[in-house]
Nanobody
Framework: VQLQASGGGLVQAGGSLRLSCEAS????????LGWFRQAPGKEREFVAA????????YYADSVKGRFTINRENAKNSVYLQMNSLKPEDTAVYYC????????????????WGQGTQVTVSS
């Protein structure tokens, strides 16, 4: 499975961006999908995830209420709507496919996209 993330860019604080991630080479419909980010000099961190059937969503505290994850299994895709962006949201954002149907602290992410840069100016 290959994951292709897109939609990043430069935006002012308070603005919005919508990231997309399309999978190819296999179906992701049976697996949870997640978004992670890595800022310069920092470790990669979890942002959001969604279960295979969209019933369960998970968010980092830092983005709760501002970001929304959703997926379209028919399009083999996952999205991240980011509103009220802050300079601290600046990072490379990665989409990933989990090894299980639901996100948890024990699930691993087995396939990763190449990342898309999000820069939020103050």
């Amino acid at each position: 499975v290959q994951l292709q993330a897109s939609g990043g860019g430069l935006v002012q604080a308070g603005g919005s961006l919508r990231l997309s991630c399309e999978a190819s080479g296999g179906s992701v419909s049976n697996y949870a999908l997640g978004w992670f980010r890595q800022a310069p000099g920092k470790e990669r961190e979890f942002v959001a995830a969604i279960s295979w059937n969209s019933v369960s969503t998970y968010y980092a505290d830092s983005v709760k209420g501002r970001f929304t994850i959703n997926r379209e299994n028919a399009k083999n895709s996952v999205y991240l709507q980011m509103n009220s962006l802050k300079p601290e949201d600046t990072a490379v954002y990665y989409c990933a496919e989990a090894s299980g149907a639901y996100h948890s602290g024990f699930v691993t992410y087995k396939y990763w996209g190449q990342g898309t840069q999000v820069t939020v100016s103050s």
